[in-house]
């Protein structure tokens, strides 16, 4: 069913509340909150990288809040195991006598708040894979289904740091956005110090229901994704991998098709937020790098050069034509 641009600017209204109110609990990321809600709104998982202390624990509990979400935090940890996060059989005595009975874990949420994920096993990150893909657990043979909607927003520090470990691959790939946060300049540092105080959390009010969450997200599947701006995602994607393009020469590894269909969630999430019923080429490129900064693998010798793959982003972003089919007027603006 066809959308009408009055229901977009309803939706595009609501969220707009959203956001105001996000920026209420985190000063001076406005970017970084409009990332965070355009992943939501496309039904995405989002990473979210930065030095402790940066806001980004308390960002994902103001979205819970004001979303009115189920959500459970998971502090990871070298010695917590998969059965910590995904729950496990416990012996109960019942009607029928003493047997196993599941005990959900806290994955069983619709907001699950991964904190440090790479401070925990690399076996403990994969017990999130069919999690996040599936949306479903799997213990001792049996599967059970989670919560709908079913969100991870998981924080990371750099890599870099004492008792962190790479994520896979593979989990990587199975986030809609990575997102970094950046420290705060002087003034938003004024601002943090006049207004917020150590170990009291930030007054945040409802914005949406659940409900109301779910309809603006099955309204994003309805945004009209033009046969012309399909083309150039395919051929920026294609573009990630070797002999496709000229910066392909510095990556190992390419974007996989997820990542193509990622893209074309995210444009549409952009476009409702804009209020348009339509994608554009401008929203394919606004959100390029979130998608797939982190679902390219650099070759040594770029990364000893110093480029990163948000660099090969920007560059193959400049070399890819936006418009290779005929595209029709009345999407020329768009």
């Known amino acids: ?191 943090i110090v006049l207004n917020r105080e150590i170990g009291v959390e930030p007054t945040v009010e409802k914005v949406m229901t659940g409900e109301e969450l779910a309809t603006i997200t099955e309204a994003v599947r309805e945004i009209y994704l033009p046969d012309v701006v399909a083309n150039y995602i395919a051929r920026i994607v294609d573009g990630t991998h070797r002999g496709q393009s000229k910066c392909a020469d510095a990556i190992k590894f390419g974007a996989s098709p997820r990542a193509a269909l990622g893209l074309a969630s995210a444009a549409k999430a952009k476009a409702l937020i804009e209020g348009r019923i339509n994608t554009s080429f401008e929203d394919v490129a606004a959100v390029a790098a979130p998608v797939l900064q982190h679902r390219i693998i650099l070759e040594y010798e770029a990364r000893i050069e110093g480029r990163t793959s948000r660099d090969v982003v920007d560059e193959l972003l400049q070399e890819i034509p936006r418009q290779e089919l005929d595209l029709p007027s009345t999407l020329k603006d768009s």
Do not use: W
């Open 1 to 191: 069913m066809a959308l009408e641009e009055s229901e977009i600017a309803e939706y595009a209204a609501k969220v707009k509340q959203l956001t105001d109110a996000l920026n209420q609990v985190l000063f001076g990321q406005e970017d970084l909150v409009n990332q965070v809600v355009t992943g939501l709104l496309a039904r995405g998982h989002i990473l979210l990288e930065g030095l402790p202390g940066l806001g980004k624990t308390e960002l994902v509990k103001g979205l819970s809040k004001c979303l009115d979400l189920d959500n459970k935090r998971i502090q990871f940890t070298p010695d917590l195991l998969p059965g910590d996060i995904t729950g496990n059989p416990v012996l109960q005595e019942t009607e029928k006598g003493r047997e196993f009975v599941f005990q959900k874990g806290p994955l069983f949420a619709n907001l699950v708040l991964a904190d440090e994920i790479n401070r925990a096993s690399p076996k403990t990150q994969s017990a999130l894979l069919e999690a996040m893909q599936e949306r479903r657990v799997t213990v001792l043979g049996t599967t059970h289904e989670l919560p709908n909607p079913f969100f991870v927003i998981a924080t990371q520090n750099p890599i870099e740091q004492e008792g962190t470990y790479p994520l896979p691959e593979a989990q990587l790939d199975r986030f809609l956005f990575k997102l970094e946060v950046y420290r705060n300049p002087v003034e938003t540092l004024e601002k």
